[in-house]
């Protein structure tokens, strides 16, 4: 009877050293980062005045650019906008959390660039004109803004 009551204070012992172990993990998990979302590129320095090598350096390579016949200078960027939250995809990876006992956490460490889903990517484009001297003089942050673009 004796040897039985202490093994069950280990075993219970044992139990919540594991799920301490857990929480400490659960600091950088799936889950966590997934009702966080992914904060994607800042735009909000991209202004009047500043240059083409400043611009470049924040969204990439314009994906497509052209001259107007007034000579103004335009160029398409395409950049990330982020993931949002999500609440759904938070409680799917905590069921497979618990289904796998936190080994579904592993596919993560060994492989973190599938962390995000590329579906839930958002990517939004922008349009940026320049005067001859490379210095941005309009900034044309929504889809919509496209369709009357200054001469």
């Known amino acids: 009877m004796y040897l039985r009551l202490k093994t069950t204070k280990f075993i219970s012992k044992l139990i919540i050293v594991f799920l301490v ?5 659960q600091n950088g998990c799936t889950v966590v980062n997934v009702l ?28 497509g650019e052209w001259t107007t016949s007034s ?8 950049y990330d906008r982020g993931i949002p ?9 905590a069921f497979m959390d ?10 993560f460490v060994i492989n973190p660039d599938e962390e995000y889903s590329d579906i839930r990517l958002i990517k939004e ?22 369709d009357e673009l200054p001469p």
């Not at 172990?21 to 993990?25: A, K, N, R, S, T």
């Not at 992914?38 to 009047?48: A, H, P």
């Not at 000579?71 to 395409?78: A, F, K, L, Q, V």
């Open 21 to 25: 172990c857990q929480v400490m993990l």
């Open 98 to 107: 618990v289904a796998s006992l936190g080994l579904w956490e592993f596919v």
């Open 71 to 78: 000579g103004s200078h335009y160029c398409i960027y395409s």
């Open 125 to 146: 484009q922008i349009a940026v004109s320049y005067n001859n001297d490379d210095v941005v003089v309009g900034v044309f942050d929504h889809f919509g803004d496209f």
């Open 36 to 63: 966080k979302g992914k904060t994607g590129t800042d735009i909000s320095t991209i202004t009047v005045g500043i240059s083409k090598i400043e611009v470049e350096e924040i969204l990439g390579a314009p994906v």
């Open 85 to 93: 939250p999500s609440i759904g995809d938070a409680t799917a990876h």
